[in-house]
């Protein structure tokens, strides 16, 4: 039996996503620049003066000889103006301090939802902010709201909005960011994702999360903050997929849900934009059969065809990954349906990392497993049978990916703060974090079929150096037997 070798890889980052020293603004501490005081005692003052004059003029108007009909009117009159004068006058003095813009911010009436799977932007001129989603996670005596978000330049001294179903005033918090993935470069602007924390002082979670500058500024953004629920029985095996293949052919993608199935992941949830007709048919058939869940993302439409798709890509692997932290145990983290981590000495995921475990003498399981992934290239097919199958027809691949390099993770979502494409980019902290394990590639290792250009490459050439790898023919009669099925009942 081959030897497995595993090394601890370092943390990257880690961080606490409700530390203690994240309290609420300190009354002390004037967001808007008010001296309330002083503002109150001008107020009176001006009202004080409108008063009066107000009285000498209708006083003045009831003396004289007019009808009680007439009377009547001119006092309806004479009242409105001296509301709408003190109302202007007001106003004036209010927007003059920074007040009304703060008091428009703490009323929730004023503020409306938007739809969950819309972006919301942060209007101002110093940067280009959208955010994505709002989640609440508890951890511990910790508690805190993450925002997903993405924009040109790291937003500085931004303010949380926490707004709870019992009071139509919120808490004031300070955001924190982390920045977790330098994306694009368009037109001399980085494009960059980061998310913001938000540290809960209550015991519940807050309903909806605003977003605004450091000067109480009108906030433009109002989140629902989604909450992740915890089910019994809690599923082993779960793959945060985000799709940027519009068109594979109904074949592949049968292919790989069904050895998936086979490896013994439990369910799969799909993030995508834009499917084929015939995508379409065969995910939501298994959509019906309760082994997909998908969901849809818009693109923002701001930075560029490809850009968009990568921001995506990202933003909702960690979207995945905080809304089921609690309804999976280990999450897969694949991009799309042209990769798949295969065993090599096991039947199934439970196995294999049984063994890890064992084998390294682990009392609790590792946090994260980090899989080397290989290139099988779709030039030339080493085998015609069977027609349907990717992985049982290219057999030659490239070397593995080299040491710490071009990696797919299996995660415990309870301890991994941010996704970064594969892996696990920050932990919660260092000691919820015991390990992060390697496995060497004889134990398992990540097949990525990808496409090469026929025109521009000779085939033959290509192949010459590459190994033969023959893993996949323990599972030919099993999974073939279950594509051929499930390729009957969709009459494809």
């Not at 949380?160 to 918090?173: G, N, R, T």
């Not at 909806?208 to 019994?232: A, H, M, N, W």
């Not at 080493?382 to 057999?395: E, G, I, Q, V, W």
């Not at 097949?447 to 026929?454: C, F, I, P, S």
């Amino acid at each position: 039996m081959p030897v497995l070798t595993m090394s601890r890889v370092p943390v990257i980052k880690s961080k606490s996503i409700g530390s203690k020293h994240s309290q609420l603004i300190d009354e002390e501490e004037n967001l808007c620049g008010i001296e309330l005081n002083g503002l109150y005692k001008k107020i009176t003052k001006k009202i004080s003066r409108f008063s009066k004059k107000a009285r000498k003029r209708l006083q003045k108007w009831k003396a004289g000889e007019k009808t009680k009909r007439k009377r009547r009117g001119t006092t309806a009159f004479v009242v409105s103006w001296i509301l709408i004068y003190i109302i202007i006058q007001t106003c004036k003095l209010l927007s003059s301090t920074d007040y009304l813009v703060c008091l428009a911010k703490l009323n929730r009436t004023l503020i409306r939802p938007h739809n969950v799977h819309s972006w919301q932007s942060i209007h101002d001129r110093r940067r280009d902010v959208l955010l994505y989603s709002a989640h609440y996670r508890p951890l511990g005596d910790s508690r805190a709201v993450h925002i997903l978000a993405v924009g040109t330049g790291i937003p500085q001294e931004l303010i949380c909005l926490l707004w709870y179903a019992d009071s139509f005033f919120p808490d004031v918090i300070k955001a924190t960011t982390l920045n977790h993935d330098v994306d694009e470069v368009k037109k001399g602007r980085i494009v960059e994702q980061f998310f913001f924390t938000c540290a809960c002082n209550s015991t519940q979670p807050p309903i909806y999360v605003s977003l605004t500058g450091p000067r109480c500024s009108v906030p433009t953004t109002f989140l629902q903050v989604q909450v992740p629920q915890k089910e019994e029985p809690v599923k082993e095996f779960g793959i945060c997929m985000s799709s940027t293949n519009v068109n594979v052919h109904p074949y592949h993608i049968i292919e790989w849900m069904e050895a998936h199935q086979m490896f013994g992941i439990d369910e799969i949830t799909l993030y995508y934009h834009t499917f084929s007709s015939n995508m379409s048919r065969v995910l939501n058939q298994y959509q019906k059969d309760g082994f997909v869940r998908l969901n849809y993302v818009s693109v923002p439409r701001r930075y560029g065809f490809w850009s968009d798709f990568k921001i995506i890509s990202s933003l909702s692997l960690n979207d995945c990954m905080w809304k089921n932290m609690y309804r999976y145990h280990y999450i897969f983290i694949l991009l799309n349906f042209d990769e798949i981590v295969i065993p090599r000495i096991h039947n199934n995921y439970s196995a294999l990392l049984d063994y890890v475990d064992r084998t390294e003498g682990l009392v609790v399981p590792a946090t994260s497993y980090l899989f080397q992934n290989t290139v099988f290239n779709l030039c030339a097919a080493d085998t015609k049978d069977p027609a349907f199958s990717n992985f049982l027809r290219y057999l030659k691949r490239d070397p593995p990916s080299e040491e710490m390099r071009d990696f797919r993770s299996l995660v415990n979502p309870r301890y991994c703060l941010s996704l970064f494409t594969h892996y696990c980019h920050s932990f919660v902290s260092v000691e919820a974090m015991p390990w992060t394990v390697k496995v060497h590639q004889h134990v398992a290792l990540t097949h990525h079929y990808h496409n090469v250009n026929k025109k521009k490459v000779n085939c033959d050439n290509m192949k010459k150096n590459l190994a033969v790898d023959r893993t996949v023919d323990r599972f030919r009669k099993p999974l073939s037997k279950r594509c051929e099925n499930r390729i009957m009942q969709h009459k494809l």
